[in-house]
């Protein structure tokens, strides 16, 4: 045979992708929450999460099961990002982005730092939500831990858009990000509203941590570092104002590094992160709204 | 009257920093002018990004790989072409000039949030870029000047003579560093102090009114990154030659951080306080492990700092020192 | 090169010597009649702070000492500084060391790509770089170039020598596939299993790298399946390792695997075993010579003992960490060469001492392996033995042998 493509590798490439994909696809979803409703990106997104996970790990430790942990942690990750928001925030809510930008950074080692010191630096483990006993089809393999990361994405995108389309607070998180001043003369409190996005991304990210600890087998506090800029690059790929984006985007993203890594062989697996770069910039460059966004004119 | 004492208050305060550049290291110890030059090293990246960030409102998390290209310039001048290591700084300086110029390009379409994104993604891909051309670069390992082209490495015996005058390596450091550094800085002021500042401001606070007033927006934003390159790569030569390496680890995310967070301390869009956003990110992450080498305690006090400065000024050293001085001020320029 | 010597900080230390309490008149510096300082760079702070045990295991051991009465009654001072893992930094901080703490040696300072960054300055100093906590086979090869350098542990060329040869003779028909971390470290454990692999070396079907500041490893070890491999060499970080066993798994795969001795600490196995079926870690092979704190074999063993009785008076962290062991026994074999060099020990003396080391006695250390070092044998710990994980637990197998 001439071509004795292998088709099989491809369509694994592809799947595993997709795996991937579907673990970063969910803190790409808590960064799409965090800029609808408060208009800023937080670079410490990633290490809050992370944080979660050791608090998840912490409860399952102490005897909880999986599912009593699981939400424990998430209810305990919105408490603590509104605090965090009302401590750290609050006070430069009406600085320039530069300002907020800077304090998230801040955040990030203070978060990190936090981590390093309550727990130690040893590989840990959560358990899974759900199973990893591969499946087989067609010489493809794949896991209902894949699946199911995948499934959760979407139905937080589904829970995500109900909150922002049918409820009112949805609308008032939305009207505060995108118009605070007018906002609050209809009698909004916005700078409440900015700390709940805070706490439901927070709550997202948790979601995130929880699922992509197992999906890498075992864990330590540079767990999502990473994580974050891979879901950046999905967001950004998605439309960072679209939650169906940020999955769409990271699952694509996912696929396509990997059969960039595949069949580009100059560039093979150890590119990866220059990869997501690139698609950043590209992304930004040929369609700033993204795939899914809504093209609109900007205030200036 | 008031005007001439406004004059001669300037010119003796300039004459006092000046005093204290030129005396500083005999009051340290040797190696302390060492650790002096490294933040001189930061404080010529930090008027850099204030240029581009402070001055056209073009945020960058990404100066770090700016510094990357000055540095490992620098680098493979003297490991592959045996020059001299200070004489590879000017061209240190247009090779991250010219980065910085097409890292601006895309710049155009992008604004606030998006380009922190741009950059940041930049500065994170980094490391694995430079590993990848490891021909040129030395991959992980990196180069080493003393190792392969130790000749080329100035005050290898411990002395440097420069006119005349002998001093000490660490010395030479220190002077090198921080006299193209207050170069750096009389630069940027002429920049920003004239018709260039205005044209500067004008795009970082209203986009279309500049437009309307005839600034050429596309211009002045990619002149602004070119300028704001020239300075990191001039930073990352000198940081290198500091340190006769360059390796991918020096060059991570974090240096990107620390140059933002050195700007903003300094005080964004102002050039009095940077000389105090350099000495903040030298010594903050030393004098946090001081504080405990507990693991995580020196990231968390790091990150902290960072954040009480940013709360309690946000205007950075450099809004302090106006405040502090407008008394001063005022009462110099009113007419009596 | 050579000969260059930076007069300026030999005339500030001869200054620090002739102005500091040196009642006994040596001219070394950081010695007194009742002290020692040495120092080292460790990452306390960013993404690699967790090697930091290293530093912290070995200045445990330290105070064990200096509550024993030191050694030639001064008491050890390590002083660690932060590198943050930027050789950049290491370079500033090991100056400090030298040039401002005045340090007698420098201790245990960790990374490949750190320890390389500061050899020359130190070497043009004449500063001892002792027992460098790195595997790279240059420490213990070079010292003709570097007279002032030289490592401690078994070094990762020699490492995958030894499964390159142990795979050409028992399993010459193997196909190999290799994932390995695309640094110094990953790149050096290859190039030994192709030495070691002799003729053989194309038995090695696909090799597949990574870089650590990745997030997984799923699509490499797809590849590496795709190739048609029966047998994976894991020359990967713990992280890496067990992502390893659990995507081939996945991947319905089970291949013969080799696991670098970076990465086969019980716990870590452990957690690999429990993430897959069992299957997947049985039969996988790797090297061992430190005593590994988590393995049931050593619950009543002397040693061990020790270690945990240091660790629980001296308030040590992360009891577990196999790297605390190693620490202890780095600065054990740094307590014995500071015996052999004399009651006023010199930094060409300590040279000497570390030179030609015969410690039998290291209790941190699997039973009969010395630490034994010639004036051209520059390699102290260079004696392993091969294990077999076999239900659940490390079986070692084979006697002592020395790698090279």
């Known amino acids: 045979m001439l071509f004795a493509f292998d088709w099989t590798q491809l369509a694994q490439q592809t799947v595993i992708g997709l795996s991937s994909g579907g673990t970063w696809a969910l803190l790409a979803l808590a960064i799409v929450l965090i800029y609808r409703s408060t208009g800023v990106i937080n670079f410490a997104q990633g290490e809050m999460a992370m944080f979660s996970v050791f608090i998840a790990w912490s409860l399952v430790h102490h005897g909880l099961t999986y599912w009593a942990a699981f939400f424990l942690t998430i209810a305990i990750s919105i408490a603590g990002a509104i605090a965090v928001e009302r401590v750290v925030i609050r006070p430069v809510e009406q600085a320039p982005v530069l300002t907020v930008v800077i304090v998230t950074l801040g955040l990030l080692f203070v978060v990190d730092g936090a981590a390093r010191w309550f727990w130690s630096p040893e590989t840990r483990t959560l358990p899974n939500a759900f199973s990893t006993s591969p499946i087989t089809i067609a010489g493809v393999a794949f896991s209902w831990q894949d699946l199911g990361n995948i499934a959760v994405s979407l139905g937080l995108v589904v829970l995500l858009w109900g909150l922002f389309r049918f409820t009112k607070l949805g609308l008032a998180l939305r009207a505060a990000a995108v118009n605070p001043d007018e906002s609050r003369l209809l009698g909004i409190r916005v700078s409440w509203m900015l700390a709940l996005g805070w706490g439901l991304a927070a709550g997202l990210g948790a979601v995130s941590g929880m699922l992509t600890a197992p999906a890498l087998a075992s864990f330590d506090q540079n767990l999502m570092q990473p994580v974050l800029l891979y879901a950046f690059a999905g967001a950004v790929l998605g439309g960072i104002e679209s939650p169906l984006g940020a999955v769409a985007g990271s699952l694509l993203l996912g696929v396509f590094v990997n059969l960039v890594g595949t069949y580009v062989g100059w560039i093979g697996t150890d590119l990866r992160l220059p990869v997501a770069l690139a698609v950043i910039l590209g992304v930004l460059l040929v369609r700033p709204a993204g795939l899914f966004g809504k093209v609109s004119a900007r205030r200036v | 009257m008031r005007r001439a004492l406004g004059m001669s208050l300037w010119v003796a305060m300039v004459s006092a920093g000046l005093a204290v550049f030129l005396f500083l290291p005999h009051f340290v110890s040797d190696f302390h002018s060492r650790d002096l030059a490294q933040a001189g090293a930061f404080f010529i990246a930090i008027i850099g990004l204030d240029l581009l960030t402070g001055y056209t409102g073009q945020i960058s998390l990404g100066h770090g790989a700016l510094m990357a290209i000055g540095g490992y310039t620098t680098a493979a001048l003297i490991v592959h072409e045996h020059w001299r290591d200070v004489w590879t700084i000017p061209l240190a300086g247009i090779a991250a000039g010219i980065v910085g110029f097409v890292v601006g390009l895309p710049a155009l379409r992008l604004s606030g949030l998006y380009l922190a994104l741009a950059t940041f993604a930049l500065a994170v891909a980094m490391p694995s870029l430079i590993k990848k051309f490891s021909g040129l670069t030395g991959g992980s390992q990196g180069l080493q000047f003393l190792e392969s082209s130790p000749s080329q490495v100035t005050g290898l015996s411990g002395k440097v003579t420069v006119l005349g005058h002998t001093m000490t390596q660490n010395h030479f450091l220190y002077y090198l560093t921080w006299s193209i550094g207050i170069v750096g800085l009389g630069v940027a002021w002429l920049v920003v102090r004239g018709r260039g500042g205005r044209t500067f401001r004008s795009v970082r606070d209203s986009e279309i009114a500049a437009v309307s007033s005839g600034v050429n927006l596309a211009w002045t934003k990619t002149f602004a990154f070119a300028l704001s390159g020239v300075y990191a790569g001039v930073a990352g030569a000198l940081y290198a030659i500091q340190n006769e390496i360059v390796n991918p680890l020096s060059f991570t995310v974090s240096i990107s951080i620390l140059l933002l967070v050195g700007a903003v301390v300094g005080g964004l869009g102002s050039l009095s306080g940077l000389v105090l956003g350099a000495l903040f990110v030298e010594y903050l992450p030393t004098l946090s492990t001081n504080v405990s080498t507990r693991e995580g305690v020196p990231d968390f006090i790091y990150g902290a700092a960072i954040i009480v400065v940013m709360i309690l000024l946000p205007t950075g050293a450099g809004g302090l020192l106006r405040r502090l001085a407008r008394p001063l001020t005022t009462w110099l320029y009113t007419r009596p | ?404």
């Open chain 3, 1 to 404: 090169m050579g000969r260059g010597i930076y007069s300026a900080a030999a005339a500030l230390g001869a200054l620090a010597v002739a102005t500091g309490a040196s009642g006994a008149g040596s001219a070394t510096p950081g010695v007194t009649p009742t002290s020692i300082v040495i120092g080292g760079t460790i990452p306390l702070s960013g993404v690699a702070s967790a090697y930091q045990t290293v530093g912290k295991g070995a200045a445990a051991y330290f105070r064990y000492v200096n509550d024993h009465g030191g050694v030639f009654h001064r008491k050890i001072t390590y002083l660690i500084k932060d590198d943050q893992y930027d050789p950049s930094q290491t370079i500033q901080k090991t100056r400090e060391l030298v040039e401002q703490d005045h340090v007698f040696a420098i201790f245990n300072s960790l990374g490949t790509e750190q320890n390389q960054a500061t050899r020359p300055y130190l070497n043009a100093q004449g500063v001892p770089q002792l027992f460098v906590a790195s595997g790279a086979g240059t420490w213990g090869k070079d010292y003709k170039q570097w007279p002032w350098t030289i490592g401690y542990q078994p070094n990762y060329l020699a490492e995958g020598t030894i499964y390159g040869r142990y795979i050409a003779k028992t399993a010459p028909k193997s196909k190999i596939g290799v994932l390995y971390q695309s640094d110094g470290y990953g790149n050096e454990l290859l190039a030994g299993l192709k030495r070691g692999l002799g003729k053989k070396a194309k038995l090695i079907v696909s090799k597949q790298s990574y870089d650590a500041t990745d997030s997984d490893v799923q699509s490499q070890i797809a590849k590496l399946k795709a190739a048609h491999a029966n047998t994976m060499m894991l020359f990967s970080t713990p992280l890496f390792t067990i992502q390893a066993y659990n995507y081939s798994r996945k991947l319905g795969w089970r291949p013969k695997v080799y696991v670098n001795a970076v990465s086969s600490a019980s716990n870590i196995m452990g957690i690999a075993t429990n993430a897959t079926d069992k299957k997947q870690t049985e039969g996988s092979i790797s090297i061992v010579f430190l005593k590994d704190p988590t393995d049931p074999r050593w619950k009543n063993d002397p040693g061990i003992k020790l270690y945990r009785s240091i660790m629980k008076k001296y308030k040590g962290v992360q009891p577990n960490d196999v790297y605390n062991v190693y620490g202890m026994s780095v600065a054990h074999t740094f307590v014995e060469a500071l015996k052999k060099a004399g009651r006023s020990p010199t930094r060409t003396s300590i040279m000497k001492a570390v030179t030609h080391l015969n410690v039998h006695n290291d209790p941190f250390l699997l039973p009969g392996i010395v630490v034994r070092t010639t004036a051209t044998d520059r390699f102290p710990l260079d004696q392993a033995r091969l294990e077999r994980y076999h239900n659940g637990r490390w079986v070692s197998f084979g006697g002592l042998f020395r790698i090279r």
